[in-house]
C-alpha cells in the first residue's frame, strides 16, 4: 500500500518512508486503524505544504506477528526507504526494531514500550511512546494511591506481559503492595473470579489480549457479587478504543487504563485532534497522534538533514520538533537501548458511567 504521492510535483521523486502497521488479526486492528490514520494525516500535511520533495508512505500490514514485522523490515529497506515508523505491539516492534538495526535502518517506533527494544544500545532506532517501566510504575502508584494494597493480575504468557508484571511487583512491593498472579490459561473466567475472591484482592489487572479472553473476563468478574468492589484495571490500554465500549457497553466503564496524553493539546494538537475525529469518524486515540507526531518528527530530519539513512540516524540528537502533545527531544536514558522522548505525558484514565465515551482523567505522572 502506498499514501501519500504528489503527482507532477517539479522538486524531485518522492521520498519514501515505510510504515509498519498492525492491520488484521490477530494484530489490534483498531490500534492499527487509528495508527495508520495519524500517520496518513501527517503525510498529506507536508505534501500538501509543498516545502521540498514529497513523502510516500509504504505501509506494511504486521498483523501482530514478530516474524512477518522483520520480513516487512527487509523488503522495505530493499525498496529503498529513507526510514521506518509505526508498530504498536511491543513484542513485534522488537522484532522490527532488531533487524532495522541489523540493516541500519532508521526506526521510529511510535507505540510500543517494552525497555528492552531492541538487545544492545542502537543509534539506529527511536521512540515516541515512554517505556513501559515509567508508565507501569506511574500505574502503580495510582493503585497505592487509590488505597490498593493486594492487586491480582490476570497474564497471558507473553514478554511483553512478563515484563508488566516483575514493573509493577518491583514498584509494589517496597511500598507494601502484594502482587497475586492469576494463571488466565488455567482458568476459566469463573474459576478465576473464586480465586480472586478467596485472594481478597481489592484490585484485578488484565494483562491479556483483546477482545479475548479480556470481555469475558470482565463480563464474568462484573457480574460475581462477591467482586462489586473489586477494580478492575487494564494498563495496556484495552478500554482506549471504541470497539471496547461497543462490546461491554457499561461493563467497560471505570476501568482505568494508560494513556499517553496531556491534560491540554498543544494548538497544533487542537487542529489535528479535529482532522483525526473527521478521518476516523470518532474520538481519536493516542496511539492516531503518535502516528502524526512520528511522521512530523521524520519529516523535519529530511528536510534539515536529507535523506541518508547514517545522516538520519545521527540526527535523534537534535530533534526539536512540536509535536501533538509536546516538544519532541530523544535523548540517551540508563537501562533504555534506543534513543527515547524523555518523556510524553502519561495519563491514568477510564470510562465514564454516567457517558462512556467521557474519558476521566485520575491520575498524572
Known amino acids: 500500500m502506498r499514501i501519500g504521492v504528489s503527482r507532477g510535483r517539479p ?32 503525510v498529506r500535511e507536508v505534501n500538501d505544504a509543498g516545502a521540498g520533495r514529497p513523502l510516500e508512505l509504504v505501509v506494511r500490514d504486521t498483523a501482530a506477528d514478530p516474524r512477518r514485522a522483520a520480513a516487512a523490515v527487509e523488503e ?26 541489523a540493516l541500519g535502518l532508521p526506526f521510529l517506533c511510535s507505540s510500543a514500550v517494552l525497555d528492552a527494544l531492541t ?3 542502537t543509534e539506529w532506532v527511536a521512540r ?11 500505574y502503580a502508584d495510582f493503585l497505592l494511591d487509590a488505597g490498593h494494597r ?13 515484563s508488566g508484571t516483575r514493573i509493577l511487583r518491583d514498584h509494589l512491593a517496597p511500598r507494601g503492595g502484594t502482587l497475586i498472579e492469576l494463571a488466565v490459561g488455567a482458568l476459566t473466567p469463573t474459576a478465576m473470579c473464586a480465586e480472586l475472591a478467596e485472594s481478597r484482592a481489592t484490585a484485578l489487572l488484565l494483562l491479556v489480549g483483546h477482545p479475548e479472553p479480556a470481555v469475558s473476563i470482565v463480563r464474568t468478574v462484573r457480574r460475581d457479587r462477591r467482586l462489586a468492589d473489586v477494580l478492575i484495571g487494564a494498563p495496556a490500554g484495552q478500554p482506549e478504543f471504541a470497539e471496547w465500549t461497543t462490546l461491554l457497553g457499561g461493563d467497560g ?26 478521518r476516523l469518524a470518532e474520538a481519536p486515540s493516542f496511539v492516531a497522534f503518535e502516528g502524526y507526531d512520528a511522521v512530523t518528527v521524520l519529516a523535519g530530519i ?17 530533534v526539536a520538533v512540536e509535536g501533538t502533545r509536546g516538544r519532541i527531544q530523544f535523548s540517551r536514558v540508563p537501562a533504555i537501548s534506543v534513543r527515547q522522548w524523555t518523556w510524553a505525558p502519561i495519563q491514568v484514565v477510564d470510562r465514564d458511567p454516567a457517558n462512556p465515551d467521557h474519558l476521566r482523567i485520575l491520575h498524572t505522572a
Open 119 to 121: 538487545e544492545r544500545p
Open 253 to 278: 466503564t471505570a476501568v482505568p487504563f494508560l494513556r499517553y496524553m496531556p491534560d491540554r493539546l498543544t494548538p497544533l494538537g487542537v487542529r489535528v485532534e479535529a482532522a483525526l475525529r473527521e
Open 150 to 162: 493486594r492487586i491480582a493480575v490476570a497474564a497471558q504468557p507473553s514478554v511483553y506481559w512478563a
Open 76 to 101: 522495505l529497506a530493499g525498496l529503498g526507504v529513507a526510514a521506518l515508523a509505526g508498530e504498536y505491539h511491543s513484542v513485534v516492534a522488537r522484532a522490527a526494531a532488531a533487524k532495522a538495526d
Open 302 to 318: 529530511l528536510r534539515s538533514h536529507g535523506t541518508d539513512r547514517t545522516r538520519i540516524a545521527e540526527a535523534w540528537p537534535h
Open 128 to 138: 515516541l511512546a515512554p517505556a513501559q517501566s515509567r508508565g507501569w510504575r506511574a
Open 11 to 42: 522538486d524531485g521523486s518522492p521520498v519514501r518512508i515505510g510504515a509498519l502497521v498492525p492491520l488484521t488479526r490477530p494484530g489490534w486492528v483498531a490500534a492499527g486503524r487509528h495508527l495508520l490514520a495519524g500517520l496518513e494525516l501527517a
